[in-house]
């Protein structure tokens, strides 16, 4: 790693704070030790995203870790995301992983409690949940700002040694279709006042759900304390549609966006032009400063909506 990689700060966090719509990406690592398939997931982000998250065992699915492909990702030029959850480590191999990611040149860094591993490939496994994602936001933030590691001691070698505390960009995840619905502006609050910089959303297909969600977020002025960005994820045909509708947890689907789907010539395109419609919407909503495209499996077309969506970065 050179002295500059080791020097230099958030891309994501300089776009952000220069006014700019950031446009973020989602790589999900294989669950092989397949290079090949990471570098070409690589290849068809980079220039058109200003970063991209790389999910940590998703699912409760084992995959390469998303530390591993953060440091690619670096080599490569484009910005990682790292995603750390808390299922899977306690606060010491928390604390351990993220100075290692630090000196990798890892920037970013998405909090998340993570899915229990009961849903996953290996159910019997024994759990971590030694933090959940507001007590990991404050860790964090407190190693960054306050120096210092959960347990208050200084982070440093020794008495004279100078400081290295890893500033992170710290970001988390909001669900504002989740029920009671009330709360779900409660729990955002929790996460910004634990020292959360920004944030993305689950999926939007209900508009006005996401709309009345903001109006309680600014309210509180939590858009001028937090980066929101706001998730979209484009739909493959109208099987993904009902699927998404009827059996994930937390996702709004409107019958509207189904029918619309059924009835389209080529479901993948219309996927598409719905996915770029919304970051239009999503676009005039005050508050909401980026985007973030999880096209799950489906890399390629991230090129196509950004493009479309007039986002288009200066591709090298």
């Not at 973020?24 to 398939?37: I, N, Q, Y």
């Not at 190693?143 to 200084?154: C, L, P, Q, S, T």
């Not at 059996?247 to 059924?262: F, L, N, S, T, Y």
């Not at 799950?296 to 493009?307: P, Y």
Request: with cysteine.
């Amino acid at each position: 790693m050179t002295a500059s990689e080791y020097k230099a700060g958030s891309n994501l966090e300089k776009v952000l704070t220069a006014g700019d719509f950031a446009v973020t990406a989602e790589l999900g690592p294989p669950k092989s030790a397949d290079l090949a398939l990471i570098e070409k997931k690589t290849a068809l982000l980079k220039g058109w995203v200003d970063a991209v998250n790389i999910t940590d065992n998703q699912t409760a699915i084992v995959r390469v870790s998303s530390i591993a492909v953060g440091r690619l990702l670096v080599e490569a030029g484009l910005e990682p995301i790292i995603q750390m959850t808390c299922r899977d480590r306690n606060r010491l191999a928390i604390q351990a992983d993220l100075l290692g990611a630090y000196l990798l040149g890892i920037r970013n860094l998405l909090c998340l409690t993570g899915d229990h591993q009961c849903f996953g490939n290996h159910p019997t496994a024994r759990y971590g949940f030694d933090l959940d994602s507001v007590q990991l936001i404050r860790m964090v933030a407190n190693m960054r700002d306050k120096k210092v590691f959960a347990n208050g001691e200084e982070i440093r070698n020794s008495k004279k040694a100078e400081l290295k505390e890893p500033r992170f960009f710290i970001g988390g995840a909001a669900n504002p279709f989740g029920d009671p619905f009330e709360f779900r502006v409660v729990r955002f609050a929790k996460k910004v006042k634990a020292g959360l910089d920004f944030v993305q959303t689950q999926c939007i297909y209900d508009m006005d759900r996401f709309a009345t969600w903001m109006e309680q977020v600014r309210a509180r002025g939590l858009h001028d304390r937090c980066k929101i960005l706001a998730g979209v994820t484009p739909l493959k045909s109208a099987g993904m549609a009902k699927y998404m509708r009827d059996k994930v947890a937390g996702v709004i689907v409107p019958d509207a966006i189904v029918e619309r789907m059924e009835g389209a010539a080529d479901p993948k395109a219309e996927g598409v032009a719905i996915c770029v419609e919304q970051i239009k919407q999503l676009r005039k909503i005050e508050g909401v400063v980026g985007v973030h495209i999880m096209a799950i499996e489906w890399e390629e077309k991230v090129a196509e909506i950004v493009g479309a969506a007039g986002l288009k970065r200066n591709r090298e």
